[in-house]
């Protein structure tokens, strides 16, 4: 079985640009949760999607956001990029929805400049 | 709300020696308690987990005790190898709730 895959692996952005994570989840997975992990602030969770449907969010601003398609795929957006997004963010999916162990991907890690 | 204070470390043993990282929560109702693994240039991985007081999780030689009484999850290894450095999350997931991570204690054996 396929692990959580996250697209792209690195990228490199400027300052006020935009940029879209993509991570698909381990087949039959319906819960995507994403994450930021940062040296000062460790893991930080952003938000959940259950059956396209966003369950959980953390204490983000409107910048970050984030959807679920109907094969449970997910996309993160973050816009106007600032310099402290630069940071790994983990996806990670689950298959028991409300109290399941999480799967997680190897991140996409992001650089501002 | 939920948290968890883990050792921040870093934790420098040698090949062979016995390992413990502490962990301990603050939980409303009983949660499930997990520590997950992260080796360079990776992803998270589940190591083990307990979901109920006094279960015992292992895997790969690693072992932790869900202690309600002291409300404790440390983790423990007889004895390590260098293969065995990586950075160690523990972690609560109360039921229909988010996982809430600790900081990760950075682990480091040298042969």
């Known amino acids: 079985k396929a692990g959580v895959t996250q697209t792209p692996r690195y990228l490199i952005k400027t300052r006020g640009q935009q940029v879209t994570l993509s991570c698909s989840p381990i087949s039959g997975h319906r819960s995507v949760s994403w994450y930021q992990q940062t040296p000062g602030q460790g893991l930080q969770f952003l938000f959940e999607?259950?059956?396209?449907?966003?369950?959980n969010k953390g204490n983000f601003p409107g910048r970050f956001s984030g959807r679920q398609f109907s094969n449970s795929r997910s996309e993160m957006n973050v816009s106007t990029l600032e310099l402290g997004d630069s940071a790994l963010y983990l996806c990670?999916?689950?298959?028991?929805?409300?109290?399941?162990?999480?799967?997680f991907g190897e991140g996409s890690r992001l650089t501002v400049l | 709300g939920d948290s968890v204070t883990q050792m921040e470390g870093p934790v420098t043993l040698s090949e062979e020696a016995f390992l413990t990282i502490n962990c301990t929560y603050t939980?409303?109702?009983?949660?499930?308690l997990f520590w997950y693994v992260q080796y360079p240039g990776e992803g998270l991985q589940l190591l083990l987990k307990?979901?109920?007081?006094?279960d015992k999780g292992s895997n790969k030689g690693f072992e932790a005790t869900y202690r309600k009484e002291t409300t404790s999850f440390h983790l423990e290894k007889g004895s390590v190898q260098v293969s065995d450095s990586a950075v160690y999350f523990c972690?609560?997931?109360?039921?229909?709730?988010?996982?809430?991570f600790g900081p990760g204690t950075r682990l480091s054996v040298l042969p």
């Open positions: 990670a999916s689950s298959d028991q929805g409300a109290n399941g162990e999480l799967f």
């Open positions: 307990a979901t109920k007081a006094d």
């Open positions: 939980a409303t109702g009983y949660p499930s």
């Open positions: 999607y259950f059956s396209e449907t966003q369950r």
């Open positions: 972690a609560l997931r109360g039921y229909g709730q988010n996982f809430v």
